[in-house]
Every structure is written in C-alpha cells, then in structure tokens.
C-alpha cells in the first residue's frame, strides 16, 4: 500500500507507517494502538490516520460535516460514546467512527455495532478493563554475561541487527572463541564451521540462533512479560469474565506469569531455590558443623577418664607424639562420631543431595585432630559445584520459561486486543442502553424519528421528553419560546450523525435518508454587521448552489438583521432549496411572515404550548405537522382576554382588540 496516498500522510510519516509489522492490517482494522506504536506517531495522531485510511479505502472524500455547529454535534456524539469507553485505547478508536458519505462505510459499522449492541456491560468486564493497555516493549535491556560469534561480517550485521541487547563479536580461529570464552559466561557461536572444536567454557554452536530469541535472550522475553504482568492478568480477566473468543491458552499464561518476578527474573523452583540458600549458607554450616564436632568431642573428653600405662605414656613422648595420637588411640570412636555429626549437619543445614553429600563427606577429615577442623579445599570445591548447580538451574529455569512465554507472545497480543477491543464495543452497547437507542432504518426522504430523545439537553436524560417529528422537503418550523425548537434541530442533527456513523440513534424508531452532508447553522448572536451578513449570505449561496442530498438547519437566521428583510432573505433561500434533493428545516419566529414572502407554498410545522401553568408554559415537544405554533405572546393576550368569570370592562375589550390582532 501507498501510505502517501493516505490523505494527510507526508512521506514521514508513510516512512514511520512502514516500519511497522503489519501496517495495511493496522490501518484497515483501524488499529490505533498498532499504528501509535509507530516512532512519532501520537494515539490522536493514529486515530486521525486510520479514519483517513478508512475514508480513502471506502471512496469517501467528502465532508458530510459541512458546518462549526454540524462538527459540534458529531465531537458531542463523540464525547458521549468516549464517556462510556473505559481504556483510552477504545477513546482513540472510537474516533475512527465518523459520519460518512459512503453506503458501503455505514453498512460495515451497522454491522459491528448491531454486535457490539449484545454485548453484556457486565461491571466485572468493565472493572478488569480498567487495567488493559496495550502491550509495551522494554527498551534498553543489556545482557552482558553473554555474547555470540561469528567469523562472517554479513551474519554479524544481521545478529547486531537482530539483537541489540547482546554483544555480537567477530572470531577469526579457535583461539579467538577462547579468548571470548574467558570473558564471557556463554558464547554463542553462528557459523557451523566452528562445530567440534573443544574449547573450555559454557560455548555452543547454534548456526540458527539468529531465529531463536527465547535462546539467545530469553531475557527479551521476560522482560516483555514482566512488563506486562499487570496488563496481561486484566486482559485475561476481562476475557474470562466476557467469554472472550481467543486463541491464548489462560491457564497457560497464569501459569507462566507466576513463574516470573516484577523485575523479569524467574521465581525460583524448590531446587534453585535449595541451591542458592546452600551457596549462602555454606560457610556458616561449616563453621556450625565445626562446633557441632567440637562440642562433642569436648563432651567426650571431660566424661572420660583416661589411664594410661606408664611405659605407654613414656613412649608416646618419646615418639614426639601430640594429643592427637592419644585422641586416636583412645577416643577414636568418639571422633569418628563428631566428625560424623558435623557431616550431617552440613548435609542437613544445606539439604545436600547425594552427590553434593559425597564432597561434603570430605570437608571434614577423618584424621583426628582437636579441635576438629575442616578443608578449606574440599570447602572450595563443594561451593564451585553448588554455585555452578545454581547457575545452570537458573539458567535453564529461564530458558524453559522464555521457550514457554515465546509460544505465547502472539496469542497475548490477540489476547490484549481483543479485550480492547470489546472495550470499544461495549462503550457502544452501554451508550445504546442507557439512552434507549435502536439502529435507524436508512433510506426514504428526510427524517423520522419516533419517540426520539436527546442526550445532548441541559436536563437529565430521565426527564427528557420523547419527540416524533418527521420531515422531508424545507420546512418552517415555528414554537413557542423555549419550546424546544434549538433542541428538535440537536435531536434532528444527532439521529443523522449517528446514522451515517452506523451507530444506533436515541430514539424508538428512526428512519433517515442517506444524506450527503448536514448543513447545520446555529442561531447567530445577534444582528450582524453589513461584513458579517454579507459572508453569511455568501455562505448560503453556496449552500443553494451546492448539489448532492443535503440535511440544512437553521435556527432563527432572522437574527442576522431587521425582520422585514430576514424573512424575505429567508423565503428566497427556501424557494431555492424546494424542489431539489435538501431536506431543510429553518426554525423561525417569524414563519407567517416568511409564508407570506414565499412564492410557493411552505410547509410550516409548529411546536404548540398546550396551556399556561403556574406562570409556566406547557409546551407539546413534538413539533404538529401543518401547524403555525402561536406564540408566547400571543398565548397570553388570549389568556387575558378570554378570563372566565369577569365582566368584560375596559381592559377586557382592550385584550380582544389586540388579540385580533394576531389573527
Ligand atoms: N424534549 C424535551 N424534554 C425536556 N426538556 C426539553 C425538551 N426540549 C427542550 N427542553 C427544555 O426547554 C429548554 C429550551 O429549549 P430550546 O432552547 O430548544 O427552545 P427554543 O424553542 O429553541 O427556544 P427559543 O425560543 O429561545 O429559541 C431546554 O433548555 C430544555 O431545558
């Protein structure tokens, strides 16, 4: 794929794009967290790119958001569905959904999200998702007890290439492997050629190591998994708990996440374990045993009362004989016995095994002498062959948990995805439930929204009153102050918005038609300048020139300027519009006169207040087709004029002259 065709994407970052493992996936899948893995690339930066991917793959390149207020109601729809996204991947990836002009883009998310919708927001999912993120590589690992080798400067570009935590060495003959034999733990040698030569030291020759990381540095991979402990155990908890369909093993994975540390070390076995205390504790077992003997052999010799013969005395002097000969000759059972308990102590203390026992026999030897003392030597020995136990268990601790965690890389990374990725589905499902949504049926002309309730009102959703309206062609729509006008035009933009993201809408029942683009103009603050009005005639001018199926609102655009004018500006702009493909809904105060100024007949529609209570209006939201609302004033002045009980006087007849008025 051509990134640079993406729209937005400068030869940089198509650069940076490539580098990845698999971009075209990342990118048609709409995979920010793939795509932000890319070097620069921002999580916001990769949403952007996706949905640009999206539009140029699905033909789309035209702005269905055609207007600042169009573009509002679409970020509010946004911000709704990224309230209920727990990760901030799934936020990121929510904005990979926009409204789009094509069919084919809004039928691949209807799809989706008529799924996503079954989905069960159970809290357990939600609470385990709070701990996903997606998987991170630790960088700068230096494994410096371990090199590889190799006499050829191709493969050894390839090993630097391929790991980068490891020294790689070039060797000319056996006598340079030697040499790297003393300055390193392990050599691992590339080249085949070097197979059989016998040099000292922990060297292999693995001419396929280069395919082999958990090998070479299964610390990579612990590491990794180290690293992502936390975010693994909640991805596996959100996939128990969610019934998630994927290939990782869970059992497995818990399995070998509790073999390793948070420092990425393996947790030791029983007998690494026994190996190291045994390292530890050697010197003082030995010393104890010592003690052990002595105080025995001491015991030993103050309970004994020792008689000797004269000529026998005499002759042991004589020979220059110590203590030690006559310990031999008269206690040798005795010795033999605390040399024996000092044996078993150390083989106990250090809980020996056979082998290691056999060594441990000799440190204390079986010459007599007092006090007892042991042989450094065999000590020395002892503690080479314990540590290098040690070393070797580790090592290969390591190795078989690397092998195990590397059969499993993949599948964590579908593991992690997945539950991100129900994340995004879920934030759908609990946006549909809780604003009652249902998925809008698209086609027809205009839009018809049953029982339609807006979220995006300053009243909690609960007292949200339900509207149906619907509307095709341009339409005047008229209403009482406060009536509800602004929020029909919200509602009407909202249920479009969604519908041509594939999303549900917040209504019992919605059809819209497939709309090009919405043309939404917010009510202007006031009378404009002559510059202001100007550029807004502009503006709709070239609405009216415009083409393709269009959704225009506009709210009280009389507001630009003086009455009279607003209301033939207004006629003119729907006489242009009639007859086309534009469904338009001009909400205004003044629909009688904009009638009046029109040359064809305007539909006007009209939401009514259906009495006055407690100084308040009672206002029917649903606009009445056919019908131009009167209006608060209005309203009023008949109250007045039409109070039951009272004499009309003065006053009362000054009421009814006025209503005739509005008449
Ligand atoms: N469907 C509804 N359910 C409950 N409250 C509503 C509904 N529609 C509107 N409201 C309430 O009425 C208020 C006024 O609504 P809105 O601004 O849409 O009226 P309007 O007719 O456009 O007013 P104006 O005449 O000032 O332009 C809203 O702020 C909201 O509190």
Known sequence: ???????????????????????????????????????????????????????????????????????????????????????????????????????????????????????????????????????????????????????????????????????????EDARGLADLATGYSTVIVLDESFAGIDIAGDVRVEPDALEKPAMVVPERLLAFFAENRDRLRAAAAVARAADLDTPCDLAVLDDALSRLDDEGSVVPDDELARLRQAVDDLDAAVSTGESVANDRLREAIEERDVTIEGSDLLSLVEQGAGVDSL???????????????????????????????????????????????????????????????????????????????????????????????????????????????????LGGSGVAIEAGRSPLLDVSFDAVEPIDYGVAGPTLLSGVNSGGKTSTLDLLALVTVLAHMGLPVPAERARVERYDSLHYQEKSQGTLDAGAFESTLREFAGLVSGTGRRLVLVDELESITEPGASARIIAGILEELAGGETTAVFVSHLAGEIREAAGFDIPVDGIEAVGLEGGELVVERSPKKGVLARSTPELIVEKLATRDGEAAGDVESFYERLLEKFE
């Open 1 to 171: 794929m051509e990134f640079e065709s993406i729209p937005g994407v400068g030869p940089k970052t198509a650069e940076r794009l490539a580098a990845l493992d698999e971009p075209e996936r990342a990118l048609a899948a709409g995979d920010v967290a793939a795509l932000a893995e890319a070097p620069g690339v921002t999580p916001g930066r990769a949403a952007t790119i996706a949905r640009a991917a999206i539009k140029a793959e699905h033909d789309d390149a035209g702005e269905f958001l055609a207007t600042d207020r169009a573009r509002e109601i679409y970020r509010d729809a946004l911000a709704l569905l990224q309230d209920r996204a727990v990760t901030d991947y799934a936020a990121k990836r929510l904005e990979t959904l926009y409204p789009a002009a094509s069919t084919s883009r809004i039928e691949e998310v209807r799809e989706w999200a008529t799924q996503a919708m079954e989905h069960d927001p159970d809290p357990e999912v939600l609470d385990a998702l709070s701990g996903v993120e997606p998987l991170e590589s630790p960088t700068g690992i230096r494994v410096r007890e371990r090199c590889l080798a190799t006499a050829d400067a191709e493969r050894h570009a390839a090993a630097e290439a391929a790991y980068p935590e490891i020294s790689v060495e070039i060797v």
């Open 327 to 441: 310990l031999s000759r008269e206690l040798e059972d005795e010795h033999a016995a605390a040399i024996e308990a000092a044996r078993e102590h150390l083989v106990d203390a250090l809980a020996l095994d056979a082998g290691e026992a056999e060594i441990a026999a000799q440190a204390f030897p079986e010459e007599p002498t007092f006090p007892v003392e042991h042989d450094e030597a065999v000590v020395s020995r002892l503690r080479e062959e314990l540590t290098a136990a040690r070393d070797r268990r580790a090592t290969r601790l390591k190795r078989d948990l690397a092998a195990d965690l590397a059969d499993l890389r993949e599948d964590c990374e579908e593991l992690v995805h997945a539950a991100l990725e129900r994340d995004v589905e879920l934030a759908v499902a609990r946006f549909a439930r809780e604003f009652d949504c249902t998925l809008p049926e």
